[in-house]
């Protein structure tokens, strides 16, 4: 039996404060006590074009953003055209009485039409009407009871570092949405219960910067691009003040580069980007990987190639982190499938680049990096594992040898300066003191030896890296009819996806997920799928890179797949129907 909800949806055109009045509506939803969780769907334009937003609360855990809206908001005409066919029977529809108008040939039944002249309200506020988004913001607060002083409280927040007049004016605007409604019927009584107390909401790139520092980074460098700009935002605002060095650097070559350097200095260092940044990125990060320097990379994906879908989500970038750089050199790609393993994974990834000294990736996407989530308390209490130092002891000063052959493949590591341990590095292969053997010596036999076991020692680590990543994990009914195979933020939909086929079919269906995407657990992975029945593999993109890979390293090939590649993130209603599909 589904549980109630609240589904706000808001529309209009870039400019119109769409984004900002979702957000404060998140707030408010998270500050009752309930869960939220949003999806913006926006266009690279300042003014203009159709921009949404969807918030989703609720007492219960939410998995997704939902699908069809209780409330719509229209702040121009093309909303109501796009949207007013999605409100569930017994919502409401708010629109701007004067510039919008509705269809009713295309409402469900029992829909509300709350016609308010929303700027020539806002008008008697601010001369240019400013403020109409929250006056119908005000509106929804009223439908969906929610206590006005979590509005007073969210509007300080966001605008108390401004005039005190800005906030008294949201504030008397949001009333005037609250009064309109009142007169015109008032709450939706969506049955709702708001337990006041107050969650955590944090979109999936903050939950990243919020990682780093708990695993005490250092340095962080990064251009600015959609969508990782957000990383780069919180810690230029709240890294220095906890000794975190933030560069905006030139272009993404650069920060790169400064990561490197960072990292072989000793800091915990990291850059933000996405697949376009990236890609700009593959040379430098080479040279981490020949030079065994630690360091964090996080890639939030967009639609690609090229500038592609800057605004839109994707999971397309898997085969780009798989071979960033030339040649072969030991890697780890975590994807986190939640807001809590943005946290977690970030953090866990510091630990595993110094420990193996080597970067370590980290994949996201849109969806999840900027869409708001409720989570539970974090814990900060990270332990910081610097890995295997020669000033430590076990190495005399002298007889350092930077890069020595070891089972593991790493080798002791000291920070430049330390007295008595010097060392060459180089980005050209190297002997165990890192003396080159790429020029003239390369070729000789001896030499040709000496890079085949820098090579195989370099590539040991991988062994240590897999052991230490999150193995796979099998979500759900034993003996399913089904199992999804899927990794990263498509986790939400394809989890309410299962309850809902389970519930309302008694269909059974169970999920195969991978937190870590490389080094890959192949022998894990073939354990669990021998137990399966049908496999259905679900990504947003084209070619199917995940099922690729599997494929690659354990030899099973999806008995069915599920591409996306529209650059709208998946809903559980289009996952059930797929799986009703298959089953079938």
Known sequence: MSTPEIVFRIGGAAGDGVSSTAESFAKMCSRSGLHA?????????IRGGHVWTQVRGGNQPLLSHGTDPNVLVCLNQQTMDVHQGDVLEGGAIVFDSDLVKPDPSKLRKDVRLLGIPLRKMAQTITPTGIVRNTVALGAAVRLCDIDFRHVESAFQDIWGDKKPEVVAQNIQ????????????????????????????????????ALGALAAGVRFHAQY???????????????????????????????????????????????????????????????????????????????????TGLPTKTEQGDLNLVLGAGQGDWPRGILAPRNTRECFDLTAKAFNLAEVYQTPILILSDLYLGEGFRTVDKLDFNVPIVRGMMAA?????????????????????????????????????????SGELISDILAGLPEFVEERRKMHEKRMRKLEGLRKDMPPPELWGSPNADLTL???????????????????????????????????????????????????????????????????AETGYKPNFTFPKYDGEPFTWREIADKILEVVA
Request: zero cysteines.
């Open 37 to 45: 969780w949003t999806y913006s769907s926006y266009q690279s334009v």
């Open 173 to 208: 605007a949001a009333k005037l949405g609250v009064e309109a409604v009142q007169q015109a019927g008032g709450s939706l009584k969506l049955g709702l219960r708001f337990t006041e107390v107050p969650r955590y909401l944090m979109t999936g790139n903050e939950a990243v």
């Open 224 to 306: 600015p691009m959609t969508p990782a700009s957000s990383i780069l935002h919180w810690m230029a605002a709240h890294g220095p003040q906890h000794g975190v060095v933030v560069k905006q650097v030139e272009d993404e070559l650069a920060a790169m580069n400064m990561a490197v350097g960072a990292g072989h200095a000793g800091v915990r260092s990291m850059v933000a980007t996405s697949g376009g940044g990236f890609s700009l990125m593959v040379e430098a990060i080479g040279q981490a990987g020949m030079t065994e320097t630690p360091l964090v990379a996080v890639v939030v994906q967009r639609g690609g190639p090229s």
């Open 392 to 432: 430590d002891g076990g190495v005399a000063e002298g007889r350092y040898k930077r890069y020595a052959y070891t089972d593991s493949g790493v080798s002791p590591r000291v920070l430049p300066g330390t007295k008595g341990y010097q060392y060459i590095a180089a980005t050209d292969e190297h002997m165990e």
């Open 485 to 551: 195979i899927h990794w990263g933020s498509t986790w939400g939909a394809a989890h309410e996806a299962m309850r809902h086929v389970e519930e309302d079919e008694g269909i059974r269906v169970n999920s195969l997920e991978f937190p870590a995407l490389f080094p890959f657990h192949a022998h894990e992975t073939l354990r669990i799928l021998k137990g399966v029945k049908k496999t259905l593999s679900m990504e947003a993109n084209y070619t199917g890179q995940f099922a690729r890979l599997l494929r």
